[in-house]
C-alpha cells in the first residue's frame, strides 16, 4: 500500500515482480506465469488476464475474484501476496500475485503415483479441497460456483489449494451476484441441473453445498481418473473411484439438491482419513501436542514412513520435521525419522535440505538431541561434503571429546569414523589427534579401546609422516592398558598398520612390547600377540633377505677383487652364505658359539672363505721384531700341529711393549707386562728359578732341537740371555707355532722356559691334536754341572737376578696369556707323563730339573 502511494506521488508505480513462462493450463480466462521477487528473489505465481474493454464482463469477474481471494483465509484456499492493474497497449490487465503453486493436472503427470500410495496422496488431497468448500458453503455461506480441476492448486509442499473465485456468490443471491451473470463461464460438464436450467430459486431454497457439491463429484472423478471431463456422462464411470469412497461419491451427485451430501460429511469421510492424514496432521499441529504424545508418535513414525509416498514424505514432511526440531517443538527421537526420509534423496538434495537442520542441530546444548545425531551418523554422513563437514559439523561436533557424558565422548569418538575420510588432513593432525590422545587416557575403558580402534582405521588419512610418528607410540601405550579388549585392539592395530613401521622400529621397539603379552592371562590376548610376533618376524626376515641381495649384488658387481676382500674379512659379515646353516638348528648355534669363544683365545681356525668377526673387526698387526718372518712355515710336525690350530687374536702392540719386545726373544706376551696376575709366593720362587738359570749357565752351550727342523734366529739386540733359553724356546715354538699365531701356547712358553708342562695330562692342546696322533715333546735341555755346582748361591742373588731379568724383559716369558689359568693353583704340582720330573713345591733342590 505505501509501495503504491509512494509511486503515486513519485510519479509512477514499478510492480516489484518478474514475469516469467507460463503454465499450459489455468482456470477460466486467467493464465497462470512463474515469477519471483524483485527484491529477495523469491518463487511466487502471477496470474495474468487482459482485456481492451475496462469494463469486460471477464474483467469484472476477475475484480470480485481478487477482491474475494483478499478476504479469504484458510490453509486450503490460495493465499493472496498482491495484485495490481495496469494497462498495457491500450488493453487493461489484472495482475495476481499468489504463494507459488503449479496446476494439479501437471503434479500427477510429475509424481505418476501408483496403487496405495496413490490412493493415500488423492485422499490427502481431496480431504483439503473438501474442507476448502465445506468452509465456503458451511461458515462462510458462499458459493464457488465451478469447481473442477483446473481450479485446484499445488503447493512446493504438495498441499492442495483452491482458487477461482471469480464467480464466488453468496448463497442469498442478491442481484447483482456473479454467478448468475456469468454463469457462460462455468463449463456446461460441471454444471448441476438447477445451474444448467438456471433455476435460481431452487438455488436460494436448496442447502448452501448443493451446487458446489456436485462440483465436489465432479473433482472427484477428475481426480481418481487424472483427466478433465469432457461431459456429464463421465460421471457415470465408477471403476476410477476407490470402493470405500463410492458412496459418498454417488450421494454428493445427487439429483436433488437437498439429498446432496454435505462436504463436511466428506470430510469425516474413513478413507479421506487415512494414515498419511493423520501423520501430516500431526506434525501440522505439533505445538499443541503434550510431551507424551510426541513421545508416542515420533516412536512409531519410523516404522510408518515406508507405507508414506516418498515425494509426499520429502517435500511435505520433511520440512514440517527439520522446522519442529530446530525450533524445539520434535523431541530428539525426530532425528532418526528424519534422516529416514533423507535416505530418499541425492547428495544435492541432501545439502540443500537437511544439512542446514542438522548444522544448527549440532550447535544445540541439549544432550539428548546431540546423542540421536550422533547414533544416527552413519546414515547422513555419506551425504556430507568436506566444507559442510570443517565449516558447519565439525566445529560443533568436537565439544563432545570433552563432554562430561561418558556415552557422548564415546559416540562423539565413534561418530569420526564416518565423518573422518571427508575431513582434512590438516584438521585430523592438528584436532582430532589432539582429542584421542587424551581419549587413550581416558577413565571409561571402553572409551581407551575404542580409541585405539578409530587411531587404527584412521591412519590411511593421516599421512605416513604422522603415522610413524604417532602410530608406534599411541599402540604401544595400548599393550600396556590394563582392560583386555584395549590391549587386544592395540595387537590387531598393529598388525593393520604393519606398512607404517620401519625394520628398525620392529625389532628395537615394537616386538619388545609385544613379546609380553604372549603370556598373557586371557586368551585372546595371548592369541592376537602371536599373530603380531608372527607377522613382524617375518617383516624382518623379508628385510634380510633384500640386505642378503643388496650384498650379493654389490659382491657381485665389485667383481674378483671385491669378492676377494669380503671372503679375507673386511667389512664383511662372517655370516655371509651360512645363514641357513647358522641359524637352521640349535646345533649349528652352539657349534658356532664354540668355534667363536676358541677364535678369541687361539683355538681352531673358521673354515676358509668365512672370516673371523674378531679379526674382521681388529686391525692387522706387523709381527713383533724379535719373532722370525717364517717360522712355522716349515714342513713335519710343526707345520701339522700350527695347521690345527687358529690364530691368536692380536692387538696393537704399545709402544713400550715393542721396545721391550726389541730387547727379548720376542715371545709374543710382550703386550701382557702391565696386567696383573694372581700370584703365590710359589709362582715367584719358581719365576726366580727361570730367570737365574739362564744367569748361572752363560757357558754351556745350547741343546739342540729334537724335532723342529729349522733353528730360530735369536734377536741381535738381546740382553745377557743365555742361549740356551733361547733354544729351548726356539725349539718349543717350533713345534706348535706358526706365521698366523701372534703368541705362544700357555703350556709352550713354560716349556720354552725350561719348566716342562708341555706334557702335562689336562693341557688343552690335547683336545685339539687327539686326531692327528700324539705331539712330539720338546727336548729337554741337560741340567748343567755349573747350575749344581753353584746351588749354595745365595736366594737374594737369585731374586735379584730374577728381577733383573724381568726388568730387561725375559720375565715375561713365562707368564701365561689372557689369565687363562694361574701358575701354582694347577700346573704347579703336576707331573709328566712320563713320570720324570718332581713336584717344583716339594723338591728340595729348587734347581732339580
Known amino acids: 500500500m505505501f509501495a503504491k502511494l509512494t509511486a503515486l506521488v513519485g510519479g509512477g508505480y514499478s510492480f516489484p515482480y518478474v514475469v516469467e513462462d507460463a503454465y499450459d493450463s489455468a482456470w477460466g480466462q486467467w493464465t497462470h506465469h512463474r515469477g519471483k521477487a524483485k527484491d529477495d528473489n523469491a518463487p511466487v505465481s502471477i496470474f495474468r488476464i487482459s482485456a481492451t474493454d475496462p469494463n469486460d464482463r471477464r474483467l469484472v469477474c476477475a475484480r470480485n475474484g481478487v477482491k474475494r481471494l483478499k478476504m479469504l483465509r484458510h490453509p486450503n484456499i490460495l493465499a493472496y501476496k498482491d495484485s495490481t492493474e495496469t494497462t498495457e497497449k491500450g488493453a487493461t490487465v489484472i495482475l495476481l500475485v499468489t504463494e507459488p503453486v503449479k496446476p494439479l493436472k501437471e503434479v500427477l503427470k510429475e509424481l505418476d503415483l501408483q496403487g496405495q500410495h496413490r490412493d493415500e496422496y488423492f485422499a490427502m488431497g481431496m480431504l483439503h479441497m473438501t474442507n476448502a468448500v465445506s468452509f465456503l458453503n458451511n461458515d462462510c455461506k458462499l458459493i464457488h460456483g465451478n469447481l473442477c480441476m483446473a481450479a485446484v492448486l499445488v503447493t512446493a509442499s504438495l498441499d492442495w489449494r483452491l482458487s477461482g473465485f471469480d464467480l464466488l456468490s453468496e448463497h442469498a443471491l442478491p442481484p447483482d451476484h456473479h454467478l448468475q451473470h456469468s454463469a457462460w463461464m462455468v463449463g456446461d460438464q460441471y454444471k448441476a441441473a438447477e445451474l444448467a436450467r438456471s433455476e435460481w430459486s431452487v438455488i436460494q431454497q436448496g442447502p448452501p453445498w448443493a451446487v458446489d457439491a456436485w462440483g465436489l463429484g465432479c473433482l472427484t472423478q477428475e481426480v481418481f481418473s487424472c483427466t478433465e471431463m469432457a461431459s456429464v456422462e463421465d460421471l457415470r464411470r465408477t471403476d476410477v473411484i476407490p470402493p470405500a469412497l463410492l458412496q459418498d461419491y454417488q450421494r454428493l451427485l445427487s439429483s436433488a439438491p437437498a439429498r446432496r451430501l454435505n462436504p463436511s460429511k466428506v470430510a469425516q469421510c474413513r478413507f479421506l482419513n487415512n494414515r498419511l492424514v493423520e501423520v501430516v496432521a500431526f506434525m501440522e499441529n505439533i505445538a499443541v501436542k503434550d ?78 538431541l546431540r546423542r540421536s545425531l550422533l547414533e544416527s551418523v552413519e546414515q547422513y554422513s555419506q551425504h556430507l561434503t568436506t566444507p559442510i563437514i570443517e565449516e558447519q559439523i565439525y566445529p560443533q561436533l568436537q565439544t563432545g571429546f570433552t563432554d562430561t557424558h561418558a556415552y557422548i565422548r564415546e559416540l562423539t569418538l565413534k561418530s569420526m569414523l564416518s565423518l573422518a575420510p571427508k575431513m582434512t588432513n590438516k584438521t585430523l593432525v592438528t584436532s582430532v589427534l589432539k582429542h584421542l590422545s587424551k581419549l587413550q587416557v581416558d577413565e571409561e575403558p571402553s572409551i581407551r579401546a575404542n580409541t585405539t580402534v578409530l587411531l587404527g582405521n584412521l591412519a590411511s588419512y593421516l599421512g605416513d609422516a604422522t603415522c610413524r610418528r604417532v602410530l608406534l607410540n599411541a599402540f604401544s601405550r595400548a599393550l600396556k592398558d590394563g582392560f583386555p579388549p584395549a590391549r587386544i585392539a592395540g595387537l590387531r592395530a598393529l598388525a593393520a598398520t604393519k606398512q607404517y613401521y620401519s625394520s628398525e622400529d620392529v625389532a628395537m621397539r615394537l616386538l619388545p612390547v609385544a613379546c609380553p603379552l604372549a603370556m598373557d592371562a586371557i586368551p585372546e590376548v595371548r592369541q592376537g600377540a602371536l599373530l603380531v610376533l608372527d607377522t613382524f618376524v617375518k617383516v624382518l626376515k623379508d628385510e634380510e633377505e633384500v640386505r642378503r641381495s643388496k650384498e650379493v649384488a654389490a659382491a657381485e658387481a665389485a667383481g674378483p677383487a671385491g669378492a676377494g676382500a669380503a671372503g679375507g674379512g673386511g667389512s664383511s659379515s662372517y655370516f655371509v652364505g651360512q645363514a641357513p646353516s647358522v641359524l637352521g638348528a640349535t646345533s649349528s648355534m652352539l657349534t658356532w658359539a664354540v668355534s667363536g669363544l676358541m677364535n678369541t683365545v687361539g683355538g681352531a681356525a673358521p673354515a676358509a672363505g668365512a672370516p673371523s668377526a674378531a679379526a674382521a673387526g681388529s686391525p692387522k698387526v706387523a709381527s713383533p721384531p724379535g719373532r722370525v718372518a717364517g717360522l712355522g712355515s716349515t714342513g713335519g710336525t710343526a707345520a701339522v700341529a700350527a695347521s690345527s690350530r687358529p690364530a691368536a687374536v692380536t692387538a696393537p702392540v704399545p709402544p713400550a711393549a715393542a721396545a721391550g719386545a726389541s730387547k727379548t726373544s720376542g715371545d709374543g706376551w710382550e703386550d701382557d707386562d702391565d696386567e696383573a696376575f694372581e700370584v703365590d709366593e710359589a709362582e715367584l720362587a719358581a719365576r726366580a728359578r727361570f730367570s737365574a738359570k739362564p744367569a748361572a749357565t752363560t757357558s754351556r752351550p745350547a741343546p739342540a732341537p729334537t724335532t723342529a727342523p729349522a733353528a730360530r734366529v735369536p734377536s741381535t739386540s738381546t740382553t745377557t740371555a743365555a742361549p740356551a ?24 712358553a713354560l716349556n720354552a722356559a725350561g719348566g716342562g708342562w708341555g706334557d702335562d695330562a689336562d693341557d688343552p692342546e690335547m683336545w685339539e691334536d687327539m686326531d692327528k696322533g700324539p705331539k712330539p715333546k720338546p727336548a729337554a735341555a741337560a741340567a748343567p754341572a755349573a747350575a749344581r755346582a753353584s746351588a749354595s748361591g745365595a736366594a737374594a742373588a737369585r731374586r735379584a737376578a730374577g728381577a733383573a731379568a724381568r726388568a730387561g724383559g725375559d720375565g715375561a716369558a713365562a707368564k701365561p696369556k689372557l689369565g687363562a689359568m694361574k701358575l701354582g693353583a694347577t700346573k704347579l704340582g703336576a707331573t709328566s707323563t712320563g713320570g720324570s720330573k718332581s713336584n717344583l713345591l716339594g723338591s728340595d733342590d729348587p734347581d732339580n730339573w
Do not use: Q, Y
Not at 725 to 748: M, V
Open 291 to 368: 510431551t507424551v504424545e510426541k513421545e508416542s508418535f515420533f516412536r512409531r513414525l519410523p516404522g510408518i514412513l515406508p507405507s508414506i509416498p516418498a515425494p509426499v514424505a520429502v517435500r511435505k514432511l520433511l520440512p514440517l520435521l527439520s522446522s519442529a526440531l530446530e525450533f524445539g517443538g520434535a523431541p530428539p527421537l525426530a532425528v532418526s525419522a528424519l534422516l529416514v526420509i533423507g535416505a530418499h534423496l541425492d547428495a544435492e538434495e541432501f545439502n540443500r535440505r537437511v544439512v542446514p537442520c542438522l548444522s544448527k542441530l549440532f550447535a544445540s546444548t541439549d544432550r539428548a
Open 725 to 748: 733359553l733361547s733354544a729351548s724356546r726356539t725349539a718349543s715354538g717350533a713345534l706348535g707355532s706358526s706365521s698366523r699365531f701372534a703368541a705362544d701356547e700357555p703350556a709352550e
